[in-house]
């Protein structure tokens, strides 16, 4: 596939965010990996905080990034440049973040793995003792709605456009990562196989009567 057109997929995933006019998108989320610079923009190195696995579930925990030259790619315009993102503490870090309410220490986890979100998928997710159901639904052709259920409260968390190609949004954690004693979610929002947009989805800075709000994500894609 032609470096132009993931370029247009990710541009098109971030402007649709960026449509949503949702002010509490306000923290940072990295990988750990290799990615073109492209993506990189805007992260550094120093401290951040990972989603470390651990021996009873997960943790949030301080580590450093470090981020080095890895080698280049052939582009459509020459080759392009590429950094290894590596967390010094954790190197099996699920996810990276930046983002000012959350702490270190032990966080529940109600799900860790890779669930996909295709049409009529359905899941149950159990934070303390309250049961959240979080499915997809088909709402118009290459439209996809993620929704999630709590009692009599049904929240549209992301619409996907141009849905999908050879990839679905997949669930890869869920827990209490704010401990406020509700749900969170880390998602990625994906569309199409060379394109991946983790989300993460906290519950302490949900607006009045919904259950969860965007406030970080990472988007890269790949060849």
């Known amino acids: 596939m032609r470096v132009s057109r993931i370029l247009g997929i990710v541009l098109l995933a971030i402007a649709s ?3 949503s006019g949702n002010r509490h998108v306000n923290g940072q989320l990295l990988r750990v990996g290799v990615f073109d610079e492209e993506y990189l923009k805007g992260a550094s190195e120093g401290p951040w905080r990972a989603l470390c696995p651990a ?3 997960f943790a949030l925990r301080p580590t450093t990034v470090r981020m080095t ?3 280049p790619l052939a582009g459509d315009n ?3 440049p590429r950094r290894d993102v590596e967390a010094l503490e ?4 699920l996810v990276l973040t930046r983002l000012g ?4 220490g032990h966080v529940s986890t109600a799900f860790s793995g890779s669930f996909q979100l295709w049409p009529t998928a359905e899941t149950v997710l159990e934070v303390g003792s309250s049961s959240y159901r979080l499915a997809a639904r088909e709402t118009l052709p ?3 709605e993620l929704v999630l259920r709590f009692h009599q409260i049904e929240q549209r968390i992301s619409v996907v456009e141009g849905c999908c190609n050879d990839a679905y949004p997949t669930l890869l954690w869920a827990g209490d990562l704010d401990r406020d004693g509700k ?3 880390l998602l990625d929002v994906t569309m199409h196989y060379a394109l991946s947009k983790y989300t993460l989805f906290l519950s302490s800075q949900a607006d009045d009567g919904n259950l969860v709000t965007e406030v970080a994500h990472f988007t890269s894609g790949s060849c």
Not at 90 to 93: D, I, K, L
Not at 101 to 104: C, H, P, R, Y
Request: negative net charge.
């Open 183 to 185: 749900i969170d979610l």
């Open 101 to 104: 309410s959350l702490t270190n």
């Open 78 to 80: 020459g080759p392009r």
């Open 69 to 71: 030259a890895a080698p």
């Open 90 to 93: 954790c190197p099996n870090a």
């Open 17 to 19: 965010q960026a449509s």
């Open 142 to 144: 290459h439209t996809l």
């Open 55 to 57: 021996t009873d579930g």
